[in-house]
């Protein structure tokens, strides 16, 4: 490949990126070693445990699972770790009548629970992992997102002592910090 063609690919592909972070509202830097980036949310007039909700599709989530539905790739699964549990993740929330809601579990792979088991078993790393786990079984990939809103909530010393063990067993891990469209 000729210097010119690999300078075009990545003129073109750059473009893309920005044009992908532009269209999905998406605004990436990088902090403490980590690639954060932003999304804006419409907000819902319904809330969940207290917890203010985001439209995401004309559907009311925590943004937490708002996130992970933007985050899937083709072929990925995950779960929102609202617990410590090692064995299922929420994957959504459903309204079963106006202002209640239900919540849709999913077991993890067995290479998942492996996986987070291992990190809460370390004593200063137990409360830090991050709130999804996003696979994939094909090659058994893991990822971890921490969700953030940059008005209330900060990444703890622990998250980041997750954060740059997951990175050193080559696991990759984002912030994405999110607020509504009208903050």
């Known amino acids: 490949m000729s210097v010119n063609t690999i300078d075009n690919f990545l003129k073109v592909s750059f473009f893309t990126f920005i044009v992908l972070c532009y269209i999905t509202n998406r605004n990436i ?35 937490e699972l708002a996130v992970l539905h933007w985050s899937l790739k083709e072929d990925e699964q995950g779960v929102w770790l609202n617990s410590r549990t090692t064995t299922t993740g929420v994957k959504d929330l459903l309204e079963i009548n106006p202002g ?25 790393v137990s409360k830090g992992v991050f709130d999804l786990v996003i696979w994939r079984s094909s090659d058994c990939r893991i990822r971890f997102i921490e969700v953030k809103c940059p ?8 998250q980041l002592q997750f954060a740059k063990l997951a990175n050193k067993q080559g696991i990759a891990t984002d912030v994405v910090e999110w607020e509504f469209e009208d903050s």
């Open 151 to 158: 008005h209330w909530d900060r990444l703890t010393a622990e």
């Open 29 to 63: 830097h990088y902090r403490d070693e980590l690639k954060y980036s932003m999304i804006k949310f419409q907000r819902s007039d319904k809330k969940w445990w207290r917890k203010p909700l985001v439209l995401e599709k004309n559907k009311s989530l925590p943004a």
């Open 100 to 124: 209640k809601f239900k919540t849709i579990r999913l077991s993890l792979p067995a290479y998942v629970k492996e996986c987070l088991s291992s990190f809460y078993n370390l004593p200063n």
